[in-house]
């Protein structure tokens, strides 16, 4: 074999997919025919990229093709390179809330229509799973900073964060006793599900049952002791991650979504030089799980975080 024929044998097959979502916030799925790789699995439509196109190009093709409706602006959601035994793709897909005509089935394939939060991993493929929180994630990931001794002002500013469109929090509390710890979680946990978000807890997933709370998010020196996922399915299980070592590993222990940093220099973090955006951006393109960039950002660096792949921001003092 040439090198180039080596090369292209070892590509992955770049896949193209839309998650249309229809005004009730329902996203369209269709049945892999019979006889085909994933055969009765549930995927979001669309297929491979031919030569000469774009992954656009590819996607409107694929959709007029299979439902048979043009598709209008579309957002890149989540890229997700996969290992199938027979077969490696890079699994890129589009969220797509605007097309003109009905969705039809083209070829055959059964559709149907799924709340974007019922959407099932058992019936869907496995590298399609990432989509699904990719679809259940924001764009924006709040992390507290230590509460001090005024727990007052500490609320006060959450519900600030809240007023603003936060939606995802994650309680990072390290220095307070259990009772404090526990008390104060409570509270963060009525403002935050009022605001209709979600509220994780740094490190302690013991307390996740226990308090009800969304998720649990680990350090990397938890990550690296953990045997298993240590939270249900139903419950977020998140991990800080520095390397491309400490991605897989979220991986494989089924983290549902990673924060990767430093991107950039930050007081929080002195010691830890600052990987870029150019590197953050190559390891978000390695990882399937949806990430979140960290580390010396605001709010405003989104669309940089979004051009390198990210699923969002996330930030402590300038989202505080
Ligand atoms: N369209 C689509 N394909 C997906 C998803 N998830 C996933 O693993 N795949 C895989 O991506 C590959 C590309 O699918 P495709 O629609 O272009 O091709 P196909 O297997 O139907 O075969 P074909 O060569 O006859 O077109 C398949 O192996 C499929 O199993 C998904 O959500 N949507
Ligand atoms: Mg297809």
New binding site residues.
């Given amino acids: 074999m040439s090198t180039a024929a080596a090369e292209a044998a070892a590509a992955p097959?770049h896949?193209v997919?839309a998650a249309l979502i229809d005004a009730d916030g329902r996203v369209l799925l269709a049945q892999?025919p019979e006889g085909?790789?994933?055969a009765g699995y549930w995927?979001?439509?669309?297929?491979?990229v031919e030569s000469g196109e774009s992954a656009e190009q590819a996607l409107r093709r694929e959709i007029l093709e299979e439902i048979g409706v043009r598709v209008g602006a579309v957002e890149s959601l989540i890229r997700i390179p996969?290992n199938?035994a027979s077969?490696r793709?890079l699994?890129d897909v589009y969220r797509v809330d605007s097309f003109d005509g009905v969705p039809h089935s083209c070829e055959g394939q059964p559709l149907k229509w799924v709340p974007a939060a019922a959407l099932d991993p058992a019936e869907m493929?496995e590298?399609?799973h990432p989509v699904i929180h990719a679809l259940a994630l924001p764009r924006e990931y709040l992390i507290t900073p230590e509460p001090g001794a005024d727990t007052d002002e500490f609320l006060a500013r959450l519900d600030a964060a809240l007023a603003r469109g936060v939606r995802l929090v994650q309680l990072r509390a390290h220095r307070l006793d259990d009772a404090a710890l526990r008390s104060l979680a409570t509270a963060c946990l009525a403002r935050v599900r009022t605001a209709g978000g979600q509220l994780l807890i740094s490190r302690r997933f013991d307390l996740v049952e226990e308090l009800d709370l969304d998720g649990v998010h680990v350090s990397a020196a938890q990550l690296a002791e953990l045997g298993e996922r240590p939270v249900t399915a139903r419950r977020w299980f998140a991990a800080s991650c520095h390397t491309a070592a400490e991605l897989h590993m979220a991986h494989r222990l089924r983290a549902d979504f990673a924060v990767l940093g430093t991107v950039a220099a930050t007081a929080s973090h002195p010691g830890q030089p600052p990987l870029g955006w150019q590197a953050f951006g190559a390891l978000c393109e390695q990882s399937s799980l949806p990430v979140f960039a960290l580390g010396g950002l605001a709010p405003g660096d989104l669309g940089r975080a979004l051009q390198c792949g990210a699923q969002g921001v996330a930030g402590i003092s300038a989202f505080w």
């Fill in positions: 097959i896949v997919a892999r085909k790789h994933l995927e979001f439509p669309g297929g491979k996969w199938y077969k793709i699994l493929p590298a399609d």
